[in-house]
């Protein structure tokens, strides 16, 4: 059974930072995709950002390329979300989703992709 908890969210300023955590577990494979994603209410899931651990190909929206940094940290099975330049419309719950890869596999940030879901961490940036 894959679990993904993620933590790292809170009430920030406009223009700050936060490392968000997706702890990952249940993958019977070392190769498989992590995405992450945003939910604002009243607007539909958007796909941030993406990693293949075959690869390690990372892809990012337009909206946060050069803000936020994917990343992982294999020891602990745990893949980080680095926000940063925080803006007001970054506000959303975001969650963490995988599904297994391969070897060989890039990553999507189509949500449609991925079969196992966080519970998501809400992130709130003030102005």
């Known amino acids: 059974q894959v679990h993904l908890v993620e933590s790292g969210g809170g009430l920030v300023q406009l223009g700050g930072s936060l490392r968000l955590s997706c702890v990952v577990s249940?993958?019977?494979?070392?190769?498989?995709?992590i995405g992450w994603f945003r939910q604002a209410p009243g607007k539909e899931r958007e796909g941030v950002s993406c990693?293949?651990?075959?690869?390690?190909?990372?892809d990012y929206a337009d909206s946060v390329k050069g803000r936020f940094t994917i990343s992982r940290d294999n020891a602990e099975n745990t893949v980080y979300l680095q926000v940063s330049s925080l803006k007001p419309e970054d506000t959303a719950v975001y969650y963490c989703?995988?599904?297994?890869?391969?070897?060989?596999?890039?990553?999507?940030?189509?949500?449609?992709?991925?079969?196992?879901w966080g519970q998501g961490t809400q992130v709130t940036v003030s102005s």
């Open positions: 989703a995988g599904y297994a890869g391969s070897r060989w596999e890039s990553c999507t940030t189509y949500y449609r992709s991925y079969d196992y």
């Open positions: 249940g993958f019977t494979s070392d190769y498989y995709v």
């Open positions: 990693l293949s651990t075959g690869t390690g190909r990372t």
